[in-house]
């Protein structure tokens, strides 16, 4: 079964941090596009991250650039999203996802056309 989970979520104060993983089963993370979106109780989904193909460049949005990090670990085929310097408006449900592709190319911060999603693991940072 080809699955996304991802983990790490919780609740943490604003300026701390947080590392999200995520996790893939029947296919081989490395080798495809992925995204990271998040949903903010009452808003639309929006891009964090988009990371192109085997570990190609990756774009980040305006509003964690600096302060958000992705990285892998081909042995476990998981991604993490290192979080630091967290503020209340970073609060989101937040999911990975992975485009099968072998030649995408991200061009910005968005992921488009995703194939496999996570379930989503939730962030509250709040004191």
């Known amino acids: 079964q080809l699955q996304l989970v991802e983990s790490g979520g919780g609740l943490v104060q604003p300026g701390g941090s947080l590392t999200l993983s995520c996790t893939a089963s029947?296919?081989?993370?490395?080798?495809?596009?992925i995204g990271w979106f998040r949903q903010a109780p009452g808003k639309e989904r929006e891009g964090v991250l988009c990371r192109s193909t085997s570990g190609g460049n990756t774009n980040y949005a305006d509003s964690v650039k600096g302060r958000f990090t992705i990285s892998e670990d081909n042995a476990k085929n998981t991604v993490y999203l290192q979080m630091n310097s967290l503020k209340p408006e970073d609060t989101a449900v937040y999911y990975c996802?992975?485009?099968?592709?072998?030649?995408?190319?991200?061009?910005?911060?968005?992921?488009?056309?995703?194939?496999?999603w996570g379930q989503g693991t939730q962030v509250t940072v709040s004191s």
């Open positions: 996802a992975a485009r099968v592709s072998k030649y995408y190319y991200c061009s910005g911060y968005v992921l488009e056309e995703t194939d496999y």
């Open positions: 029947g296919f081989t993370l490395h080798y495809y596009a």
